[in-house]
């Protein structure tokens, strides 16, 4: 068992430059989350999904970010344009369920330096 | 709201000694604890909670509503448990999961 895949596992992009992330969870999980960890910061939760529908998306910035999960497998970020404060990295995470004690299982992330 | 803090970002103890590390927290309902640790080069994953009231790795973790703390606790420290610890909290609003900005555990030899 992989684990949840993220691609690319490093990336660095100009300011205003549009940037992609994608998150594959593990198979049968039908919760999916995204997450951005500024550096010396604990993760922070972008966007969850169940199945397809995005169930709590309050703390995405939606003026430049945008995620999808069409068909409730693969996920996919983004950011359009990137800002310097942008920099960070980006944590995909996956679970059985939305429960409160399921654990969730986290991939490898995504750092993203913007200059 | 809710929020996790962890008052100390550096820690180091001598292999062998007690270790805790200190988590606090402000949830107006009945929340759920946990810890996960990221060892170096891997991937963040979940080393208690404390629904499961189970001891992982020699470490426990005593929910303290009056104090609203989870402290994470070992009594003999070994090398190995050197790693970034976060502790998070969720409720019963939903599964958003709230990180601590995480300690930094040294065991020195």
């Known amino acids: 068992e992989a684990g949840v895949v993220q691609s690319p596992r490093y990336k660095i992009i100009e300011k205003k430059q549009p940037v992609a992330f994608w998150c594959n969870p593990i198979?049968?999980?039908?919760?999916l989350y995204w997450y951005r960890q500024n550096l010396g910061q604990g993760p922070e939760l972008l966007i969850r999904?169940?199945?397809?529908?995005?169930?709590?998306d309050s703390q995405l910035p939606k003026d430049r970010f945008s995620a999808e999960r069409l068909k409730g497998v693969d996920s996919t970020l983004k950011i359009q344009p990137a800002e310097l404060g942008d920099s960070a990295v980006y944590l995909c995470?996956?679970?059985?369920?939305?429960?409160?004690?399921?654990?969730?299982?986290f991939g490898p992330g995504t750092r993203l330096t913007v200059t | 709201a809710q929020r996790v803090t962890q008052p100390e970002k550096l820690l180091s103890v001598f292999k062998g000694a007690p270790v805790e590390l200190k988590c606090n927290y402000s949830?107006?309902?009945?929340?759920?604890l946990f810890w996960y640790v990221q060892y170096s080069r891997q991937r963040l994953q979940l080393l208690l909670r404390?629904?499961s009231r189970e001891s992982i790795k020699g470490f426990t973790a005593d929910l303290n509503k009056g104090e609203t703390s989870f402290h994470l606790k070992k009594p003999f420290a070994q090398e190995e448990d050197s790693a970034m610890y976060y502790c998070?909290?969720?409720?019963?609003?939903?599964?958003?999961?709230?990180f601590g900005e995480g300690t930094q555990l040294t065991v020195n030899p």
């Open positions: 995470a996956s679970s059985l369920d939305p429960g409160l004690e399921v654990e969730q299982y």
């Open positions: 198979s049968g999980h039908n919760t």
């Open positions: 999904y169940e199945n397809e529908e995005a169930v709590d």
């Open positions: 949830y107006s309902g009945s929340p759920e």
């Open positions: 404390h629904i």
């Open positions: 998070a909290l969720t409720g019963t609003s939903g599964s958003r999961l709230t």
